[in-house]
């Protein structure tokens, strides 16, 4: 089980307000994220639903295989795995019951809740409870980055894909190397390469990326942008 210290994804968003970025996003074609898809919702009167529809053993029964997945898990996990692992119907149902079992654990003021990071699902300890559990050395080593490695990450993140010319224009310096020691923490990887002569790289982030920063997907960065 993972600890999650106060979302860094705000320093992220104070990295990149240094910048003046275009509004481009999903405009390239092959842009591997889809910046213009909106994640799958399930709305509360379907919840209500399907989950008066089974019965306190069955609801019971269904929650503890998802909690038990949920804690041996070692990384985040997808609600389709998740339904195949815990013997339900769907992914929905899965997301259906990470909702209430989230809703139980607000009730009870319980240290633990699922969070959806990283195209996942993963248990783990509530941000207030990080200063204490470092006490008994449980919270993960944090990833430190120089402030130009964390200002060529911002200009990736938002801009992505991007060009590495493009991230040189953004912040005024050369990029290369840092690029490079991006890549080799597994924070940026190579997305695909540019209609554009030569058809030089473009870069954009990793699941790595999202986890480190507490995101649930790419298209969380737009939020971040208001």
């Not at 470092?134 to 080593?141: D, F």
């Not at 980055?145 to 310096?173: C, D, K, Y």
Request: aromatic share 6%; hydrophobic share 40%; with cysteine.
């Amino acid at each position: 089980m993972r600890t999650r210290s106060p979302k860094p994804a705000i320093q992220l968003r104070s990295v990149a307000h240094r910048y003046r970025f275009d509004s481009r996003h999903g405009s390239r074609q092959h842009s591997p994220h889809g910046w213009l898809r909106a994640p799958g919702t399930t709305s509360s009167l379907d919840t209500t639903i399907h989950l008066e529809s089974l019965s306190g053993e069955d609801l019971d029964g269904r929650l503890s295989q998802l909690e038990g997945i949920l804690f041996l898990a070692r990384e985040p996990i997808s609600s389709r795995r998740l339904s195949e692992l815990a013997g339900l119907v769907d992914g929905t149902e899965a997301r259906t019951l990470i909702s209430y079992l989230n809703e139980r654990y607000e009730q009870d003021q319980r240290a633990i809740h699922v969070e959806h990071v990283a195209g996942g699902y993963r248990l783990m300890t509530r941000p207030v409870f990080a200063q204490w559990l470092r006490l008994i050395n449980h919270t993960p080593v944090a990833t430190r980055l120089s402030q130009p490695a964390m200002e060529t990450l911002a200009v990736v993140a938002f801009q992505q894909p991007v060009l590495r010319v493009e991230v040189e224009a953004i912040r005024g310096v050369a990029c290369g190397e840092i690029l490079r020691q991006l890549m080799e923490r597994d924070l940026v990887r190579i997305a695909g390469r540019s209609e554009e002569l030569g058809r030089p790289y473009l870069y954009g982030t990793t699941r790595v990326f999202l986890e480190m920063f507490g995101l649930p997907e790419v298209e969380s960065l737009l939020e971040l942008r208001a």
